[in-house]
């Protein structure tokens, strides 16, 4: 296999389960080492944790890091975590939450809870991580896990589509902000993909689940909902020299839902 990521060490939120599990797999897989950051370190889908299935699949170091996004101080010591392997040259923020609110019930700290980790947690995060990239003064990457529902959203998104948009208009400021710096800053906007997430919503649920399936997969060309893996093979070429001119850019992986 190619090792379109070897030599460089990567710092990914929310690696112990769904999107980031499989982002941080990936980029084992071609040759980057991984901090696996997030609040635990068991997947949600069971098996290995993330760190250690690296060490016993591939060649890469991996290591687990106590990390909740809201905290500046975690997302620093994930960042340490990767000077251990030589220094940061990719950092992901992949951390992030849906819950299903009625916006008429929506709390304070319901808004909050979610603001916090989805753009908060962001924010913080690639600001950590440039101000490392910024002093190796080598260059790197910052990649956001934006949404499709940053783009075409539903009542039941209040909270999260905003939260979304947000990450993805931080992502063009950044790209501004850090272009100088030869630090590339991307997003990538997802839509219903088989994870827990979606397992732990209506869609993966209740009486209502078969039912909400059929309704948007009649809305998806594609005819289907999207794999982890897909959504890391986009993260693969955005951290990867593949992807040296794309700065500034969202990458919509929702097999045409966004266009229906």
């Excluded at 600001?127 to 949404?147: F, K, Y």
């Excluded at 009542?155 to 948009?165: E, F, L, T």
């Excluded at 850090?178 to 209506?202: K, L």
């Excluded at 890391?232 to 700065?247: E, I, K, M, P």
Aim: charged share 25%; proline share 2%; glycine share 12%.
């Amino acid at each position: 296999m190619s090792q379109l990521l070897d030599g460089q060490t990567a710092v990914v939120t929310g690696a112990a389960s769904g999107l980031g599990r499989a982002i941080s797999l990936t980029f084992a897989e071609h040759g980057a080492d991984v901090v696996v950051a997030d609040i635990s370190e068991d997947p949600r889908e069971g098996g290995e944790p993330t760190h250690e299935r690296i060490g016993a699949e591939t060649e890469r170091r991996a290591t687990y890091v106590d990390c909740d996004v809201t905290d500046r101080d975690d997302l620093e010591a994930a960042a340490e975590a990767a000077a251990e392997f030589g220094g940061l040259d990719i950092w992901v923020n992949n951390a992030g939450i849906h819950n299903v609110i009625d916006f008429l019930e929506v709390t304070e700290a319901d808004y909050d809870r979610l603001m916090d980790i989805n753009l908060k947690g962001t924010f913080f995060g690639a600001q950590v991580a440039g101000e490392h990239l910024v002093e190796a003064g080598e260059g790197g990457t910052i990649i956001n896990m934006a949404s499709a529902a940053a783009v075409r959203t539903g009542g039941d998104m209040s909270r999260y589509g905003p939260s979304k948009a947000g990450v993805q208009q931080l992502t063009y400021s950044l790209a501004d902000r850090f272009g100088d710096d030869g630090i590339r800053v991307n997003c990538i906007n997802p839509t219903w993909i088989e994870t827990h997430m979606v397992a732990d919503s209506p869609l993966g649920h209740g009486e209502q689940a078969e039912q909400l399936r059929a309704m948007l997969l009649e809305q998806i060309p594609a005819g289907r909902f999207g794999e982890s893996q897909e959504v890391a093979n986009v993260a693969l070429f955005l951290a990867s020299d593949l992807a040296s001119y794309v700065n500034g850019e969202r990458i919509i992986v929702d097999g045409g839902f966004t266009h229906t």
